[in-house]
């Protein structure tokens, strides 16, 4: 077994998703996940795909070791993703050798905030989860760094704060929902904030996200073949508590309010181990943990580390960068 950090045996992560016709996002997924944690640790769950490219990419996934499901192929399959995935770890904790269970959605890719800034290689992810591994309860991924819309701004991200995710360690009587935010463990209300966090690739061309929101908000609503109007999405995303309602909201934004959603956020890119940083009033500048550090000295007790202190906090208190 490879051994990280000194000598301890690399976490066992088992990682769940589900998806349909991803294509380009299910190839990205498959080669991220399976460097971290191996092709045989990936559990896919497909909802009914009829694309031939996503196809061909589960045959070979299967073909290298991935774990590949078919008949979880209806709507309702993944309005109830969370309870195939509790399923799934309840066997899991029966039949397999394990460390971690991972939900996570095939447009996320999991790293890990470092002392020096943002990492996704094994190495730092596996000595995280070393970190975790004693703990007793849930895990908390706090932050989520969604792209940009438009092509010009590929490589860019901006922090969306308190889109949590969450995670699992294994052997326990484990509950996962729909969204995967805040599974929990049956003996205990215990959460553990990671240093995790998903780069995330949420956004897509206007009229693609538009066809993807209608198709994933149609069946939550009362009368599924009725004409999807602003009058009927506005009449249902006011209701309390209504499944799917950031559809609704992005089913409304026009094509320049969507393309502007971050033009007053914070903007990260991060590619090969560079982090560079666009800051509210426009100005590029490498991110420097030290020099950070060094201007706000109350950060180094900061758990999940300097860059992230920045993107949750710093930025919107105006923090400088040095």
Excluded at 65 to 85: C, E, I, M, S, Y
């Amino acid at each position: 077994m490879t051994k990280i950090n000194g000598s301890n045996p690399t976490p066992i992560v088992k990682v769940m998703m589900m998806q349909k016709n991803e294509g380009p996002r299910l190839a990205r997924w498959l080669t991220h996940y399976a460097a971290l944690f191996g092709m045989s640790n990936l559990l896919i769950f497909d909802n009914g795909s009829d694309d031939p490219y996503t196809h061909a990419l589960l045959d070979e996934a299967e073909r290298c070791g991935a774990h590949v499901r078919r008949d979880l192929n209806t709507p309702f399959d993944f309005q109830n993703k969370g309870g195939h995935f509790t399923n799934i770890i309840r066997s899991l904790n029966h039949d397999a050798e394990y460390d971690f269970a991972l939900p996570v959605d095939c447009d996320e890719l999991l790293c890990v905030f470092t002392e020096d800034g943002l990492s996704m290689s094994k190495e730092d992810v596996m000595n995280e989860l070393l970190r975790l591994k004693p703990l007793d309860c849930s895990f908390l991924i706090e932050l989520s760094l969604f792209n940009l819309p438009g092509l010009e701004n590929e490589g860019w991200y901006a922090p969306h704060r308190h889109f949590q995710k969450g995670f699992v360690p294994s052997y326990r009587d484990a509950m996962i929902d729909n969204g995967h935010h805040a599974p929990s463990l049956a003996h205990t209300t215990e959460l553990r904030a990671t240093r995790f966090v998903y780069l995330h690739s949420h956004n897509r061309p206007y009229e693609e996200m538009l066809r993807l929101c209608r198709n994933k908000l149609i069946p939550e609503m009362d009368h599924p073949d009725d004409v999807l109007d602003d009058e009927k999405i506005l009449e249902y995303i006011t209701r309390p508590g209504c499944p799917g309602s950031h559809l609704g909201y992005m089913l409304l934004k026009t094509q320049e309010e969507y393309e502007n959603s971050y033009k007053d956020e914070v903007q990260l890119y991060f590619r090969d181990g560079l982090t560079l940083i666009r800051t509210k009033d426009g100005q590029l500048r490498r991110w420097d943990a030290a020099a950070y550090l060094e201007r706000h000295p109350d950060v180094a007790g900061y758990e999940t580390g300097p860059l992230a202190h920045y993107l949750m906090h710093g930025a919107r208190e105006g923090r400088s960068l040095s």
